[in-house]
């Protein structure tokens, strides 16, 4: 129960990133170079130990691509599209102009990326579409000359990743504390694994990935996984604009595909492959290493695909039809919703109310469907079904626990006490110490494993200051073998 109240907690956040990067350096441009094979085996022999080493050593220690979820993934269930969102946690406006140039923007980057799939190992795609179909704001007024079928999404929640980024040195305290509520409803990323969700009754209401530009966030660093990339909203504009390098969003990419950092040194556990990269140019997931993806990296993205590619149930190449192969120069959303409503429909006779209050709770209650939930200060209520969090485990009070002092928002009939909607829900304070919270900041999240990596290493002012929460091997003692338990934590839990 414990542990997947807190895997629920970091669902409310829509998966935390990867261990951040800096980023230095200019861009430069991308080298006419070539990584031409049918298949694995013909992969020259010093790629080939490479990718091996990284397969064993890092994508499968780290499980990075074990979901289904990778941008491989997400492109063959969409028959060589992809779909984004845009959040926008900033005041910069944005025209229509820009808007129109965003897509074809994160089209050419991922097709630096799969372009040189073409051809390898059954990969069924000449070119990859790129569609922006919706819009997550912080003020609508950003949207200048906002077309009748933009779709705009103004819901907020507390921002999720502004404590880490300003504790890291990643952004400043100008970084909105609020940031755009993401339409979680309509994601593959969230739903994946869901082979009956109905994204709106179709599959092409979904949405892949997000873009998230963020004010205040260092112009030359990024985050990024399977959920999207996250850069500045100065480098989101100077991308679309053509004033940025692509450098940083097509590393952040390379996190979607699955691809770690390469933080540690040579044969270490966050490192790189003994005897280095192949090639001698390191690799674009190398920090301020490379700003091009390179041979090397053209070769793994190419290993990966046939490590992957035929694992059972996960794709069914036979059933591809490209839906086409020509370029897209513009987004044009089809749908004509604006605005995300968490409004329950319900019968006349239900008379509805609204209720939101921070308490703590004293008592839940678990029956066969559903269970019922008391608070100190503000009464009981029930809860019965799935529909009443509609897929989001975060909203599920059945992982919740008495002592658990949670941030609420919800929907009841008036009459039974009978919750039918939660349009909110925060875990405001946890009724047992969080597992992995080394800096005992009342939560689990990439700050702690950058805590414990750096006191590892002895780092000047490095310290733990809860070190036993870091034991998960509960030997005694910290050591690489907690650090390595604590990033496949975070990884099961999609941070």
């Given at each position: 129960m414990y542990f997947k109240k807190l895997c629920a907690a970091a669902l409310a956040a829509a998966v935390l990133c990867v261990p951040f990067e800096l980023?230095?350096?200019?861009?430069t441009a991308l080298p006419e170079t070539t990584a031409s094979?049918?298949?694995i085996s013909e992969i020259p022999a010093d790629y080939k130990t490479a990718c091996d080493w990284i397969w064993q050593n890092r994508i499968q220690t780290e499980r990075s691509m074990e979901a289904w979820s990778t941008i491989y993934d997400q492109i063959v269930a969409g028959n060589g599209t992809l779909q984004y969102i845009l959040i926008w946690q900033s005041y910069e406006k944005i025209t229509l102009q820009q808007r129109q140039k965003l897509p074809q923007m994160l089209e050419e980057a991922v097709n630096m990326w799969t372009d040189n799939l073409i051809g390898y190992d059954d990969w069924p795609f000449e070119h990859v579409n790129v569609k922006v179909v919706g819009y997550a704001v912080l003020d609508e007024s950003?949207?200048?000359d906002r077309q009748p079928d933009e779709v705009v999404y103004t819901e907020t929640a507390n921002s999720w990743l502004r404590d880490d980024m300003i504790s890291s040195g990643m952004g400043n305290s100008s970084v909105p504390a609020i940031q755009p509520a993401e339409p979680t409803d309509i994601s593959r990323y969230a739903?994946?694994?869901?082979?009956?969700?109905?994204?709106?009754g179709s599959y092409d209401n979904r949405y892949d990935m997000y873009l998230h530009g963020?004010?205040?966030?260092?112009?030359?660093?990024?985050y990024g996984y399977h959920y999207g990339q996250i850069l500045s909203d100065q480098s989101v504009l100077g991308l679309i604009n053509g004033t940025t390098s692509t450098h940083i969003l097509l590393h952040e990419m390379g996190h979607g595909f699955g691809f770690p950092d390469y933080y540690g040194g040579e044969g270490e556990s966050d490192g790189f492959p003994p005897g280095g990269f192949p090639g001698g140019e390191n690799s674009i997931m190398m920090a301020g290493s490379c700003a091009y993806i390179n041979d090397f990296d053209k070769w793994f993205l190419k290993y990966s695909w046939s490590k992957i590619k035929d694992e059972a149930g996960r794709f069914d190449l036979s059933a591809v039809q490209p839906v086409t192969t020509a370029p897209v120069t513009t987004a044009a959303p089809e749908t004509t919703t604006t605005t995300v409503t968490t409004a329950v429909t319900t019968e006349p006779a239900i008379q509805t109310a609204n209720a939101e209050f921070t308490d703590t709770i004293s008592e839940v209650s678990?029956?066969?469907?559903?269970?019922?939930?008391?608070?100190?200060?503000?009464g009981s209520f029930t809860f019965s079904g799935t529909d009443?969090?509609?897929?989001?485990?975060?909203?599920?009070?059945?992982?919740?626990?008495?002592?658990d002092r949670i941030s609420i928002g919800f929907t009841y009939d008036q009459s039974t006490g009978q919750i039918l909607s939660i349009w909110k829900l925060d875990l405001e304070q946890n009724s047992h110490k969080i597992k992995g919270d080394v800096n005992a900041d009342n939560a689990f999240n990439i700050a702690d494993l950058v805590a414990v990596q750096s006191w590892l290493l002895a780092r000047p002012g490095s310290e733990l200051a809860d070190w036993q929460a870091g034991d998960l091997c509960e030997d005694g003692i910290i050591n690489v073998y907690d650090l390595i338990a604590l990033r496949e934590l975070l990884t099961e839990q999609g941070q």
């Open positions: 980023h230095t350096g200019a861009g094979a049918a298949d950003c949207i200048l739903h994946w694994n869901d082979k009956n969700w109905s994204y709106n963020i004010t205040g966030m260092i112009n030359m660093g990024g678990l029956s066969d469907n559903g269970g019922r939930i008391s608070f100190e200060q503000n009443y969090f509609s897929g989001d485990d975060s909203k599920n009070l059945a992982y919740y626990e008495a002592g």
